[in-house]
Nanobody, 125 residues
Framework: QVQLVESGGGLVQAGDSLRASCAAS????????MGWFRQAPGKEREFVAA?????????DYADSVKGRFTISRDNAKNTVYLQMDSLKLEDSAVYYC?????????????????WGQGIQVTVSS
């Protein structure tokens, strides 16, 4: 059974940093492209970042977080991270970790087969 367990959410002020983690089990993590998505109240789930299992771990980011967020992975720990710096009010959302065996870092949530339960990130002024 595949499990993705996120941690590291919380309440921070604008300009602060947070690091979210996602521990995976039950899948071949080293052959999984990992992604982060987020969903704010009343809005659709949107792509945040992804990291491929091949192509030297190529990363991809939404324009809204480029330069502020960094996705990384530790295959030895079956864990993917999302470092969030210079947080803005509009970054407030539930953040989800997702996994796919696809080799591409898709922005489409339908391309990801497995999902975590989500963590809340709230940025206040």
């Amino acid at each position: 059974q595949v499990q993705l367990v996120e941690s590291g959410g919380g309440l921070v002020q604008a300009g602060d940093s947070l690091r979210a983690s996602c521990a995976a089990s039950g899948l071949t993590f080293s052959r999984s492209t990992m992604g982060w998505f987020r969903q704010a109240p009343g809005k659709e789930r949107e792509f945040v970042a992804a990291i491929r299992w091949w192509s030297a771990g190529r990363t991809d980011y939404a324009d809204s977080v480029k330069g502020r967020f960094t996705i990384s992975r530790d295959n030895a720990k079956n864990t993917v991270y999302l470092q969030m710096d210079s947080l803005k009010l509009e970054d407030s959302a539930v953040y989800y970790c997702a996994a796919t065996y696809s080799g591409t870092s898709s922005h489409n949530s339908n391309d990801y087969y497995y999902w975590g339960q989500g963590i809340q990130v709230t940025v206040s002024s």
